[in-house]
């Protein structure tokens, strides 16, 4: 509950999958097919560092459930709660679509983490860490508009790119696109260096999981 609507007061809409405890559509307000409009209610205590009396009493959410279907593998049922309680403005299957794009955003982390070298910060003062992280997020947002640019102009998939591609190719001829008056030409063929390199299709995964190592 704290995190849904701790979120939800900062504008914040969240999809997560339901503890077991919230699934249970027969105490629900059905909307539709595998879709139910649940009700929770504001705990009287909480481990989270949080001021529960700034939180609404009772907060409305949806309950969806949906089938995951992958060529060569099981049928994999799943069950899915969110801030977006509206049937029409959020169907149900794009949520559902949307919840199944996890592994993406670990991907996005782990460039911010690895390439942008944002895993540890360097900074010693909560000032200067703060302008560090500001910082890294303005060179990530950098990069991807290059990304976007390049999947437009060959028509790939955004997701095929190589980050870490983009961001060498940035750095390499910075100072190319500053100071050349042929920057349009040197633009153009960072974008086909980018685009010439996707990655073919992978295996759709519907959440983020760790291998173990084998004794």
Known sequence: FVNFAGLRQRGIDLIAAPGSRYVDPSRAIR????????TLHRPGHTDLDYDLHTLPKELPLRLLCGTIRRAGFRDQKIWVLTTLVDPVLYPAAWILQLYC?????ELRLRDLKGTLSLAYLQGRTPTVCRKELWMRLLIYNLVRALMVDAARASGKSLDRLSFSLAWWCLRRWLESLAWRSNAPAIY????????ATAWGPVRQRIEPRGIKGHT
């Open 101 to 105: 794009q996890r592994w993406s955003l």
């Open 31 to 38: 909307q539709g097919d595998n879709d139910w409009l649940v």
């Open 188 to 195: 153009a063929e960072i974008l086909r260096i980018i685009a």
